[in-house]
């Protein structure tokens, strides 16, 4: 019996090609396209609405750093047709502005959001899997770059083929249940390989650049969007020292992040960094590269892609989607919980971002930073 799957079509080169792949290896497939009300006037009503209409082969496009704007949409929609599958785009505006309320929210907690793995979590495979078991599919698939492997304890999620553009990172908040229903096609590619593939089927997106920013900031100025979205808000306060000294006013403490030695708005004589940002009285604490390094973290709502661990486990980790995975050893605490303890002291442990846990290429879980932990000897429990 024909297996059907419901695909993410962002109107990009990537699911363009997922979509194309799946179809290929015999599925049938449905794309739905998330319309967030960002980039468009108009959106679909809550009930899917049957996006196949004629469009102009040879309509005028402009380039964009965003994704899921009505340009976008209109690309996935003539990728549709050239493989004569249904075609539905939902309105999300609603759960959209959670995103965008999120994001603008951790920035005045203090935080650095990653809005990608919150649209993961709560949009991709999450309300758009509900639509898709409406539409009575078997999977979901997207166009991230990243493997699903059936091991002996069951489905695994892995890292993609292309080290370059894999996307594990952004993906390790899906829950475990999941996983068998989560098909991703580009896994054992590389990008190079999925244009050309793009080219060979005749898909006129295979030379549409890829999105650069967060789709809602397409500017890239995430203070701006934060006061645009948040204007009641008075984030103004001082600039200090590990001392306390005043070193400067700063215009709002959505400019800053942990780590941040540039933009501070001042003049040092060496080089400083963020170490900490206080939202009680919008305080931000600068220090010396050695005072931002950090022993560990806590992580927060993590979530497990194996069955929870009884004692710590050797790992690797990322602390942010750019940087290399490094060693460490992760304890399950409860109320999910996680301790995690570098083998050498790591730079810029930011709350708000995700912490990922990796045995090889193998997702172990991954979870919300909750707090940096000291770099004292005696509270650090394992040999280095």
Request: proline share 6%; hydrophobic share 40%.
């Amino acid at each position: 019996m024909t297996k059907r799957v419901v695909v993410a079509m962002s109107g990009g080169v990537d699911s363009s090609v997922a979509a194309w792949l799946l179809k290929q290896q015999g599925y049938e497939v449905i794309g739905l396209f998330m319309r967030t009300g960002v980039h468009t006037d108009v959106c679909a009503t809550d009930v899917p609405q049957h996006e196949n209409g004629k469009t102009g082969q040879d309509a005028p496009r402009r380039q964009h750093k965003g994704c899921c704007s009505s340009l976008d949409a209109a690309d996935a929609r003539r990728v549709a047709e050239i493989l004569d599958i249904p075609f539905y785009a939902l309105d999300f505006s609603h759960e959209f502005t959670r995103i965008m309320d999120y994001f603008a929210d951790e920035y005045l907690a203090g935080r650095t959001p990653n809005p990608c793995v919150v649209c993961n979590n709560w949009l991709k495979f999450g309300r758009l899997w509900t639509y898709g078991r409406q539409l009575a599919a078997d999977y979901i698939a997207t166009g991230h770059y990243a493997r699903i492997i059936h091991g002996p304890g069951g489905v695994e999620l892995h890292c993609a083929v292309d080290g370059h553009k894999d996307q594990s990172y952004v993906l390790a908040g899906v829950r475990r249940q999941l996983l068998e229903r989560v098909l991703f096609p580009l896994g054992e590619f590389t990008k190079p390989q999925i244009r050309e593939l793009a080219r060979q089927a005749g898909l006129p997106v295979h030379n549409k650049p890829d999105s650069q920013e967060i789709c809602f900031v397409p500017d890239g100025d995430y203070a701006a969007f934060v006061r645009r979205h948040r204007p009641d808000r008075n984030t103004q306060g001082v600039i200090v020292d590990t001392s306390g000294r005043i070193l400067a006013r700063h215009p709002g403490i959505e400019n800053f992040t942990i780590g941040q030695r540039k933009g501070l708005g001042f003049a040092a004589g060496q080089r400083r960094y963020v170490l900490a940002i206080l939202p009680a009285d919008n305080t931000v604490v600068v220090g010396s590269r050695e005072e931002c390094l950090s022993a560990g973290l806590v992580a927060e709502r993590f979530n497990w892609l194996i069955e929870e661990p009884t004692q710590p486990v050797r790992c690797l980790v990322k602390i942010r989607y750019r940087a290399a995975a490094v060693p460490a050893t992760v304890e399950a605490l409860p109320q999910q919980r996680v301790r995690i303890w570098f083998d050498e002291p790591q730079l810029a442990v930011t709350p708000g971002q995700a912490a990922v846990c990796y045995l090889g290429t193998r997702v172990l879980g991954g979870g919300w930073i909750a707090h940096a932990l000291s770099r004292l000897e005696n509270n650090y429990p394992f040999p280095r």
